[in-house]
């Protein structure tokens, strides 16, 4: 069975920081592409960064120069730095994984269950 457990989310004032963390467990055979995504009240999901399991990231033009992905692959975990945060970027944020069990089964994803992140004075 596998688990994404999100962590890390919180209130914090405009411009402030906040650091996502999700790990994934359970038995997983290749952890490929992981992302962050983010959904606010009366909108769609949509995707905040995501990043290869060889370390190259890309964002979501909202957020450039902001936030920062990373990723630990011993660890399994997915890491989202948020710098200079705005109100705007007030949302519930999932991590995404596309993994393989095993080396016969197909790659699909994962979704954690989400945090919730509010940017408010």
């Known amino acids: 069975q596998v688990q994404l457990v999100e962590s890390g989310g919180g209130l914090v004032q405009p411009g402030g920081s906040l650091r996502l963390s999700c790990a994934a467990s359970?038995?997983?055979?290749?952890?490929?592409?992981m992302a962050w995504y983010r959904q606010a009240p009366g909108k769609e999901r949509e995707l905040v960064a995501g990043?290869?399991?060889?370390?190259?990231?890309n964002y979501a033009d909202s957020v450039k120069g902001r936030f920062t992905i990373s990723r630990d692959n011993a660890k399994k975990t997915v890491y989202l730095q948020m710098n200079s945060l705005k109100p705007e970027d007030t949302a519930v944020y999932y991590c995404?994984?596309?993994?393989?069990?095993?080396?016969?089964?197909?790659?699909?994803?994962?979704w954690g269950q989400g945090t919730q992140v509010t940017v408010s004075l």
């Open positions: 995404k994984a596309d993994l393989q069990l095993t080396p016969v089964l197909p790659r699909r994803s994962y």
């Open positions: 359970g038995s997983i055979f290749s952890l490929d592409f």
């Open positions: 990043i290869t399991r060889g370390g190259l990231p």
